[in-house]
């Protein structure tokens, strides 16, 4: 999910040459008056890391000292709000993107257009994430996502052959053989959490449905199928209390078909000895089913002294241009947000097609016009989850009273 990231080297891309100069404006007079602050949620990668070594080379391209702070993703939201209300926040913040509306409508960051900022080039899909009423916050580094993962041998054995996988008829089809074959058919998470939204969403979104109306006719369609799947022994009943983690290690036992996952397993895929293919996620009647995507924005915060912003402006403009953002991405390991640089990505590695595809497919989980109001409705949404998949309400029941807690919220 968003808060997961590849592992580190999932990529395998060579950082073959340092950064790029930058190319945005000279700093303002007193720009570089003591050092920029920059937060980010990624406490994991050290000092010595290629993340850290991309900040210093921007600091340094932007005539700047950068003094990064690194805090977990739970924890960052309300630092920065806590910092913003005593006029401390950083200059620069790297923030999960479903949060940016609702630091954005907390009055806490700068628009681009305030800021200057080009995001000209970038995926708009991925750009979206970052609006709030019509103004985009910050620039997408890159995003991960979710696609099928499948065992060739499981299908194989089993007569499936996954190019006739096309759509949710086609995969119930191919389950079914697994099941007959004597395999498990697919894993995936739905436990009570943020991670079973995730899971759920391109399967709700794949149906044509929207976030505004979780009961309508579509979303039921979507937990229907994944009712069913459980009725007729296609998925364990464990997914209930599957995250993410838990599914994948289901799936490599070597006895299960398919696991819904996300980019960051891409190396526990080449480290778990089995043939490991990927496939986009089906829409209901066909196509790539929009998946949530996951991935961080680098962002301005607003401060009450405007002379560090040109500053800001240019050290943001250096982490996410294209001269450089394949040396970020590679750091983060992200499929890029730039199409020029995604297709570096899969002209170095081929296999990571399936995933350039995805989250050219994929859809910002504040989209649907919700922005800040998504907390309000996945809760709903995941509970709604959970009793249709145990039984103890309708798919139909389950999603008209998410929806009518959502609208009460």
């Known amino acids: 999910m968003t808060r997961s990231r590849l592992t580190a080297g999932l990529l395998a891309l060579a950082v073959t040459a340092s950064l790029a100069a930058c190319s945005s404006s000279s700093p303002e007079p007193g720009a570089a008056d003591g050092p920029l602050t920059l937060w980010d949620p990624y ?111 499981v299908l194989t054995g089993a007569g499936v052959d996954v190019a006739s996988i096309r759509d949710w008829a086609s995969l119930t089809a191919a389950l079914d053989k697994v099941k007959q074959s004597g395999k498990k058919g697919i894993t995936f998470s739905a436990v009570g959490t943020e991670e079973g939204s995730f899971q759920f969403l391109p399967w709700f979104w794949g149906s044509g449905a929207q976030l505004t109306d979780v009961a309508s006719a579509d979303a039921v369609s979507a937990l229907t199928l994944w009712k069913d799947w459980l009725d007729r022994g296609y998925a364990p009943n464990s997914v209930i209390g599957n995250t993410q983690t838990t599914s994948w290690q289901e799936f490599a036992t070597g006895e299960y078909a398919f696991a819904e996952n996300g980019t960051w397993q891409l190396a526990n895929a080449a480290k778990s000895g089995l043939d490991v293919g990927v496939l986009a996620i089906p829409g209901k009647s066909g196509g790539t089913a929009p998946a949530p995507t996951g991935g961080e924005f680098v962002t301005v915060p607003v401060q009450a002294d405007k002379s560090r912003d040109a500053t800001a402006k240019a050290v943001v403009t250096c982490l996410t241009s294209a001269e450089n953002a394949l040396t970020t991405d590679t750091a983060l390991s992200y499929v890029s947000a730039l199409p020029e640089v995604q297709a570096k990505q899969v002209a170095a590695k081929p296999e990571l097609e399936v995933w350039v595809q995805a989250v050219k497919a994929a859809k910002g989980r504040t989209g649907d016009n919700l922005g800040t109001k998504y907390p309000r409705v996945s809760e709903p949404l995941w509970n709604a989850v959970q009793a249709a998949l145990a039984g103890t309400k309708s798919p139909q029941q389950a999603l008209t009273e998410a929806q009518a807690a959502s609208a009460a919220k």
């Open 43 to 153: 406490p994991q990668l050290a000092a010595d890391s290629d993340w850290a070594k991309a900040i210093e080379a921007c600091g340094s391209a932007s005539g700047v000292r950068i003094e990064r702070t690194s805090h977990d993703t739970t924890d960052l939201t309300n630092k920065v709000l806590l910092a913003a209300q005593q006029g401390a926040a950083p200059h620069v913040l790297v923030v999960d993107n479903p949060v940016v509306s609702t630091l954005a409508e907390g009055g806490v960051l700068a628009t681009t257009e305030d800021l200057g900022l080009d995001t000209a080039a970038v995926e708009p899909n991925l750009l979206d994430a970052g609006k709030l009423d019509g103004k985009t916050y910050g620039v997408p580094i890159g995003a991960n996502t979710l696609a099928l993962y499948y065992n060739k041998a």
